[in-house]
């Protein structure tokens, strides 16, 4: 099936212990111990527009089928062990990654809710951390939410990622790179079917291959007959 990948337009991370802080461009998510007490707690935000562009494929239409949707990132720092993360849908997709806050999601204007508006549906998708580092698919359960995005959000896929229990009794943190200025950025791969209709290939001259060379059920026309033969009278002797 045909796959398309999509660049991050859009991304940054927010953090509850410094909630007037702004960290564009960088994917932490969980919470980190410095000191004995929490020092950041982070969540992370990202956009993707499958209506828009490719890095790879074509972008989709509304009569794609989504059947799998993974995001992809260069997972660059891990901090304790693996912990369970949920991804759901974020409610403000005109946020400002420049100036995006705990607080506010552009400067001045605060979310409805502080940590970004959480806007189902659809469910928030659970996952497991990455335990090592690299580049790799982070997790691969995102089609609802383009299926959600295709249907009613103008192909934006707007996501809110966090670790699943905040109050840990650990550090437990991981960082991707989700700079579309670094290479790999943060990347959304979608697989789909196209119900677009498969072209058929024609020859020259407009004549499909394998067509019968005349009608099927009418009798070819019988051949003209050939004129009768000419005989030129002969000449006697004398004359």
């Known amino acids: 099936?045909?796959?398309?990948?999509?660049?991050?337009?859009?991304?940054?991370?927010?953090?509850?212990?410094?909630p007037s802080a702004t960290y564009p461009s960088i994917g932490d998510v969980g919470v980190l111990f410095?000191?004995?007490g929490k020092a950041a707690l982070r969540r992370a935000l990202a956009t993707f527009d499958v209506f828009g562009s490719a890095a790879a494929g074509r972008p989709l239409v509304a009569a794609d089928t989504v059947t799998l949707a993974e995001l992809m990132a260069d997972v660059t720092g891990i901090t304790g062990p693996a912990f369970q993360v949920d991804a759901e849908r974020l409610g403000r997709t005109n946020y400002n990654n420049a100036?995006?806050?705990w607080n506010n999601y552009r400067a001045g204007t605060p979310w409805t809710t502080a940590g970004g508006d959480e806007a189902p549906p659809p469910a928030a998708a659970g996952f497991t951390s990455p335990s090592v580092p690299g580049d790799q698919v982070v997790q691969a359960n995102l089609a609802p939410f383009v299926v959600d995005a295709i249907s009613n959000r103008g192909g934006l896929v707007a996501l809110r990622w966090k670790a699943r229990i905040e109050n840990p009794a650990s550090s437990s943190i991981y960082t991707v790179f989700a700079d579309p200025?670094?290479?790999?950025p943060l990347l959304l791969r979608v697989t789909y079917q196209s119900t677009e209709p498969t072209p058929i290939d024609r020859p020259a001259g407009g004549a499909?291959?394998?067509?019968?060379?005349?009608?099927?059920?009418?009798?070819?026309?019988?051949?003209?007959?050939?004129?009768?033969a000419r005989t030129l009278p002969r000449h006697r002797a004398g004359h």
């Open 1 to 18: 099936m045909p796959q398309s990948v999509f660049v991050c337009a859009n991304t940054c991370a927010i953090d509850q212990i410094a």
């Open 34 to 36: 410095l000191g004995g």
């Open 99 to 101: 100036e995006a806050t």
């Open 181 to 184: 200025a670094h290479v790999p």
């Open 208 to 228: 499909l291959t394998g067509a019968p060379a005349s009608s099927p059920g009418r009798a070819a026309a019988p051949a003209p007959a050939s004129p009768p």
